[in-house]
């Protein structure tokens, strides 16, 4: 098979960060593998030119909800880039949303799933909404649809041997002579002196 402009990614006139008008010709349609000794602008081109540039085309596709959940990329300084594929990148960033939102959150398969289950749902519903993870009908209780329960510890949080003035109240911002604390102990209501349980 013989390769043509059409087989390859063409990168002109590359310059983000520290690219100096770096062109590329890239083949399509195969593992190609970027390797160097750190500082030789591997990122630069692999994940600030060709992936931004990709990612933005694609983000372009979602609704303006699932846009301002994802990513933001910056223009690649760059002339053009010709026949760039679609790109998924890899990293340890995390998406920011909601914490009950899930890969087919930001894919906007739940949203067409919501619709589907509210139209053959026995009796139809007919809103979708309902099988909405916010939807507090459907959450367990306790977790409100985390799956995590968190619950105080009151032994643990207040030392009731102890008085205010000594620490009785064991958070951060309740620390003697931390300025939430004051508003109790300055207050006259109370001597801050005694231990809360005596």
């Known amino acids: 098979m013989v390769n043509t402009e059409k087989d390859h990614i063409l990168t002109n006139d590359a310059n983000t960060h520290n ?7 890239i083949t399509k349609h195969k593992i190609s593998v970027f390797t160097g000794v750190s500082g030789s602008r591997k990122t630069s081109l692999v994940f600030s030119t060709l992936a931004a540039e990709s990612q933005r085309h694609i983000n372009k596709t979602y609704s303006a909800y699932i846009q301002q959940l994802l990513p933001r990329f910056e223009n690649p300084e760059v002339t053009s880039i010709k026949k760039l594929s679609f790109s998924i ?4 960033k995390q998406i ?6 899930a890969i087919g959150t930001f894919n906007e398969i739940y949203t067409g799933l919501r619709l ?12 979708s909404m309902v099988y909405s993870f916010n939807n507090t009908d459907g959450m367990y209780p306790y977790c409100q649809g985390t799956g995590v329960i968190t619950q105080i510890d009151i032994k643990k949080l207040v030392l009731s041997e102890k008085s205010l003035n000594q620490g009785a109240i064991v ?3 309740f620390r003697p002579g931390g300025w939430r604390l004051s508003r109790y102990t300055e207050s006259g209501f109370f001597d801050s002196d005694l231990p809360l349980k005596f």
Request: no cysteine; proline share 6%.
């Open 96 to 101: 920011s949303g909601n914490i009950r939102s």
């Open 89 to 92: 990148i890899v990293n340890q």
């Open 116 to 127: 589907l289950f509210s139209r053959l749902a026995t009796p139809s519903i007919g809103y």
């Open 171 to 173: 958070f951060p911002t």
């Open 19 to 25: 690219l100096k008008h770096l062109s590329i010709k």
